[in-house]
């Protein structure tokens, strides 16, 4: 059963808007929310007790992480973050199925798991020491602007990414690019498994745009304009009408929004530092370890943002492709390997855009798809998409 929403609740998580708690306990809330496009999800996040607490963190994160798995029970994850100051988890809203709150079992340690590692010992009436602090974590309240570092360049908000599903990690791991061996993600674990810090997501229709939430203390998140449709493409084929896809909703601090297919997920990266900003997507019902994936970061780039500046920028990814220019302010590359004994396809993107409104260039997209070769097409949807949305 739904109940309204109280005071200290917050309106929004993510790119998810609240309308009334589903559940409560000691290790979080529950909330039934929308997604950008109207559609009924489910979002648990810790209390503040929990949040306070790193090893609960670490026990939510390990839930999420295995929760993205091909092998994952319920409704599949939509999206989270465990690394800011309100961890959240969010799933489709099924009524006669557990959402967002089965994760928050293991945080409070009342699942199978947790007791047969703790035993029954510990007692009947057996709390974690944080169970009194039982109100909501919240996240921290958005800044006015972006920073600006000297000159017209902009500094994006800070996102921190923890941990890439297993899937994922495996497909980085071969990669040879300097970029990717920075995000590589081998999960920082968490006491119980790997810290998986944050992840996926799944389609959806439209309604107002929420207003995007901030990443972590010290970031501040411009306000994403409305998915575009069309726009400058870099190579390839684009979205069609009517084709299953999730919009990515301006994912804590990016400063636009993209679409992905309708059964990808997105997770936020821990090792891009600030300013940074890094996402890591990729395909949850992909069966096997050489399923496709999306790297996207962006970084600011300082006035004057010249082509010795982006040259440098773009260098931080090295392809085995060579790079060719799209436009004036875009270049990508192909090329195909193997991996894991699967052919390859390959497409990374730099691109140079006006973020938070300025006047100049002052940020750097990078964006780096890779998967089988018969995900081609769809890899292209996805870099055309980030290209058309980042102007």
Not at 173 to 187: A, K, Q, T, W
Not at 222 to 247: C, I, L, M, Y
Not at 312 to 329: E, F, I, N, P
Request: glycine share 10%; with cysteine.
């Amino acid at each position: 059963m739904t109940t309204p929403l109280q005071s200290g609740d917050p309106p929004t998580l993510g790119p998810f808007r609240l309308r009334g708690r589903l559940a409560e306990g000691s290790a979080g809330v529950t909330y039934l929310g929308s997604d950008a496009q109207g559609r009924d999800v489910s979002v648990a996040v810790l209390t503040r007790g929990a949040a306070a607490d790193p090893a609960a963190r670490d026990r939510f994160r390990a839930a999420i992480t295995s929760g993205l798995g091909v092998d994952r029970e319920g409704p599949p994850v939509l999206a989270a973050d465990a690394e800011g100051p309100a961890p959240w988890v969010a799933t489709a809203y099924l009524p006669q199925e557990a959402g967002a709150e089965r994760f928050l079992d293991p945080v409070a340690m009342t699942d199978a798991a947790s007791t047969a590692m703790v035993g029954d010992g510990r007692g009947p009436e057996f709390e974690p020491h944080w169970a009194d602090a039982a109100e909501p974590a919240v996240p921290a309240p958005p800044l006015p602007a972006m920073p600006r570092p000297a000159g017209d360049g902009v500094r994006p908000g800070v996102l921190v990414f923890g941990v890439l599903a297993g899937v994922l990690v495996l497909v980085l791991s071969v990669s040879g690019f300097s970029l990717l061996l920075m995000s590589r993600e081998s999960p920082e674990p968490p006491r119980p498994t790997p810290g998986g810090t944050s992840p996926g997501q799944t389609p959806a229709t439209p309604t107002p745009t929420p207003t995007p939430t901030p990443g972590q203390t010290g970031s501040a998140s411009p306000t994403a304009a409305p998915v575009r449709t069309s726009g400058p493409k870099v190579v390839g084929e684009t979205w069609k009408p009517g084709e299953d896809t999730f919009t990515m909703d301006d994912l804590n601090g990016l400063g636009f929004s993209f679409r992905v297919p309708g059964d990808w997920g997105c997770m936020r990266s821990s090792r891009a530092k600030p300013p940074d900003v890094r996402w890591v997507c990729v395909d949850e019902k992909w069966q096997g370890d050489d399923g496709p994936g999306l790297l996207v970061q962006v970084s600011p780039c300082a006035a004057p943002c010249d082509r010795k500046q982006q040259k440098r920028l773009r260098g931080r990814l090295d392809v085995d492709g060579d790079w060719k220019r799209s436009d004036a302010t875009t270049t990508y590359a192909e090329w195909n390997d193997v991996q894991k004994g699967t052919q390859f396809y390959n497409l990374a993107m730099s691109h140079f855009w006006h973020a938070a409104g300025s006047s100049r260039l002052n940020s750097q997209v990078l964006a780096y798809a890779f998967g089988p070769k018969k995900t081609k097409g769809e890899l292209q949807k996805i870099v055309n998409d980030i290209r058309a949305n980042a102007r």
